[in-house]
């Protein structure tokens, strides 16, 4: 059974290897933008490829679209469970936010968390 969010440790996916046992240590993991965006997404198929339940990432300014890159991460797993920790509400309409979540929950029911805020850290 997943741990409720305030209780879950998270791990950072370098160190998850599929072929190891993690007993349920490693049911959530952080994954922070990498240089190239298919590095990341390869990171979270990875993930899944280990049993891990849900990877995590935030959504620098400066950085890659989040829940782009999770667009393209939902259509190469069958599982696991994205989740932004937070997108900055200010980088874009909210309306255009919410269409991108619904897209996002369309393809892939059930996979998302969104969290949106007034800022990010970086």
């Keep these: 059974m997943a741990r409720s969010l305030h209780k879950m440790a998270f791990r950072p996916l370098s160190t998850v290897r599929p072929d190891v046992d993690h007993g349920g240590h490693a049911d959530r993991v952080w994954v922070s933008s990498c240089p190239l965006c298919q590095t990341t997404v390869a990171l979270i198929e ?3 490829r280990a049993g891990v339940l849900a990877v995590w990432a935030a959504m620098p300014v400066t950085s890659y679209d989040t829940p782009t890159m999770f667009a393209a991460a939902l259509a190469r797993t069958e599982r696991i469970v994205v989740g932004t920790a937070i ?11 919410l269409s991108q979540a619904a ?4 393809l892939a029911p059930g996979r998302l968390r969104l969290e ?5 850290w970086w």
Excluded: D, I, M
């Design 46 to 48: 990875r993930a899944e």
């Design 87 to 97: 997108v900055p509400a200010f980088t874009r309409h909210p309306v255009a936010l």
């Design 116 to 120: 949106s805020g007034p800022a990010t």
């Design 103 to 106: 897209t996002l929950e369309a």
